[in-house]
């Protein structure tokens, strides 16, 4: 199976207005009512981020994208040959993602994987509330998502096994110095030159996500949103700083879900037939500091998981 992009992601929301307010006057999405719920648009999709009325705050499931209905029916087939027991969409769940025909299952971890093709669009112009011009989506997909995976080699297997994923890169997170506990992290791509779509950290997460991260086209944008981010007293999650793997300059903010959303510029694109996997040891080259926001949250999940 190729998977093309991460297509969407969709939220569940108690208060799916104050998604509306995050997306527009801080990150600076466009928001519009579907049916079912609110699509967050960047691009000329329908949207990139799907928010739903729900009992939890919290992440919900990852879209991923198959360029045609060949590709569908292939996939579908290829799943049910490996034993995967994929669930179809309903009618309501097709409607809020625009999307012709949908899929789902769970990988190991419980994280619910979409497979989807046929997106429907008007392909209005994109015009963002704070004047951004425009976010690196097309055939990147929107950006990428990190999920938990407390049993990290059986959910990094399955994703190769069953999506086609393949890594990236690896590392092993230890906050509290290089005697306390870690937490692998796997960066994972899709057939597409962005340097992940995916990463699995492990560890339990209990709002479904870590991060999702969008990109802007250059550093001015990251600055105008950290500057909105302030206006709006919105919790910083890490500080702005330059990633040593992807080279994404960015910054990290809470998002109304419990997880943060990185806002960043300058991400790596990757010829795969010319790269080798690596160990990298040091999060960032500069900056990020992740302790002003994930700090004692992050400290406890590690420290549990040991």
Known sequence: MEIAALAYSVVTATDPASWVRFGEDIAGFSAHSVPGGIALRMDERVGRIF???????????????????????????????????????????????????????????????????GFVSSFARFVSPQAVPSFVTSDLGYGHVVLPAPQIDECRDFLIDVLGLGVSDFMVHRPLGPDGPGARIDFMHCANGRHHSLALVEAPVSAGCVHMMVE??????????????????????????KHTNDHMTSFYIQTPGGFALEYGFGGLQLDWDRHTEFEFTEVSLWGHDFSVGFGADEQAQLANAA
């Open 51 to 117: 928010i739903e009325q729900g009992e939890t705050d919290r992440y919900f499931a990852s879209g991923w994208e198959v360029r045609t209905r060949r590709d569908f029916a292939a996939a579908l087939v290829e799943l049910a040959a490996k034993g995967i027991v994929v669930t179809p969409s309903t009618e309501a769940e097709r409607a809020l993602r625009h999307v012709v025909d949908m899929v789902w299952f769970a990988d190991p971890a419980g994280n619910r994987h979409e497979l989807a093709y």
């Open 216 to 241: 802007v086209p250059n550093l001015d944008e990251v600055g105008r949103a950290y500057d909105r981010m302030l206006r709006a007293d919105a919790r910083l999650m890490a500080t702005l700083g």
